[in-house]
């Protein structure tokens, strides 16, 4: 009975809303307008306010720290590039 408890408590944190998940993937497209990276697997993460897109470029591999808004869009909280 406590192993059920404790997989169904593992399950409903790993499904919490603002759960952060992580990705590392090469940069694609930067739209400066709206604010987001879109990564070669074809992900597109909207970027914290204080990040600045002069510190990357297309091609670039970047570490992105994110979380999941309430209409499925990424919401990135922390970019770093990769070296």
Request: proline content about 2%; aromatic content about 4%.
């Amino acid at each position: 009975m406590r192993t059920l408890l404790g997989a169904v408590a593992l399950l409903a944190i790993s499904a919490a809303p603002g759960f952060a998940e992580q990705v590392t993937d090469v940069i694609e497209d930067m739209n400066e307008r709206a604010n987001t990276l879109k990564l070669q697997d074809g992900s597109e993460y909207i970027l914290p306010e204080t990040f600045s897109l002069d510190t990357v470029k297309v091609g670039d591999t970047v570490v992105i720290t994110y979380e999941q808004g309430e209409g499925g869009q990424k919401i990135a909280t922390e970019v770093q590039l990769q070296r």
